[in-house]
């Protein structure tokens, strides 16, 4: 089992810059993929950022790519997703999330890989 916290979602304005975490406890070692995704209301969740912490590959959306970086601190059992150059289409509910796996899905973006989720954290960008 994994337990994940997501934290240090707020307002802020476009053009800004917002790091979330995601603590994570549990039986980590073994979830082997790790990811962001947010969702719009009313809307399916979209993968932003996955780490594959086999080969520290990491896969970005087309939309967050250049802007948002995903990192994991393994000492910390702590996942960030850095966040610059905030739009206000990218205001959502944004939750991490684990794949209890050796490795990634074969579509590291696909909600459908994870199986480990936190509750969320609103990040909301005014224009």
């Known amino acids: 089992q994994v337990h994940l916290a997501e934290s240090g979602g707020g307002e802020v304005q476009a053009g800004g810059s917002l790091r979330i975490s995601c603590a994570a406890s549990?039986?980590?070692?073994?979830?082997?993929?790790v990811g962001w995704f947010r969702q719009f209301p009313g809307k399916e969740r979209e993968g932003v950022a996955s780490?594959?912490?086999?080969?520290?590959?990491?896969v970005y959306g087309d939309s967050v790519k250049g802007r948002f970086t995903i990192f994991l601190n393994d000492a910390a059992n702590s996942l960030t997703l850095e966040m610059n150059n905030l739009k206000p289409e990218d205001t959502a509910m944004y939750f991490c999330?684990?794949?209890?796996?050796?490795?990634?899905?074969?579509?590291?973006?696909?909600?459908?890989?994870?199986?480990?989720w936190g509750q969320g954290t609103q990040v909301t960008v005014s224009s």
């Open positions: 780490l594959n912490r086999n080969t520290g590959r990491s």
């Open positions: 549990g039986s980590t070692d073994t979830s082997r993929c």
């Open positions: 999330a684990f794949r209890s796996a050796s490795g990634c899905y074969r579509l590291p973006l696909s909600p459908d890989g994870y199986n480990y």
